[in-house]
């Protein structure tokens, strides 16, 4: 089963809106959580990550809140721009190289 | 430098077949992964290897499906007898460890992936 749930499944945002794509899990034994980012045709790239002992992180116009008692992780995209289109996956990490990943969020940004 | 490569880039066979898919690592990876990406769906793992260890091949869904890898260059994802269900992108990933924040994790660099349709 999938041990990282996602959603929405996709979404379409205004230019200068904000995307949130927002992530569950159930296993405590994870403690690492990226999030990766895929144009199409064009494998993932890692875009930012957290560990569970910090409750955000802010990368550019990209943040992760993580709420540890709830098991619950979100990105948020600030001022989203036609070029942050995307589809968006969740993931987690109980070990130093095995990812779980969601299912994924197409993000659309209109211009 | 040059990333991941995959080939080939789009695989067409008929249900029955084998096929074998290639993945050529970033230079200096010592860890690999494949992937399987189907439609609308997330990343599901498959095999990983780390250097001289054995691989972990938790992921493979069926004996049709092995792996092998050359050292800590190539490798190559062969699936045996292909079905309808095997039709997806399949992805490789490679990865040196190293210290994320105070965390030793693989930082994973994707290939563009091998889509299969198997008719």
Redesign the interface.
Known sequence: Q?Q?K?SP?SLIVQKGGISIINCAYENTAF??FPWYQQFP??????LI?I?PDVSEKKEGRFTISFNKSAKQFSLHIMDSQPGDSATY?CAA?SN?????????TTVTVRA | GAG?SQSPSNKVTEKGKDVELRCDPISGHT?L?WYRQRL??????LI?F?GNSAP?KSGLPSDRFSAERTGESVSTLTIQRTQQEDSAVY?C?S?L?RL??????????????TRLTVL
């Open positions: 999938q990282v996602q499944q403690d690492y045709g064009k494998g993932p790239a890692l990550a560990r996956f990490s130093d190289y095995k990812l779980s990943f969601g299912a994924g | 991941v860890a992964y609308g769906q997330g990343l599901e793992f990983y780390q972990d992805l990933a990865s460890r994320l924040g105070v965390q030793y994790r693989h930082e994973q660099f994707f290939g563009p992936g």
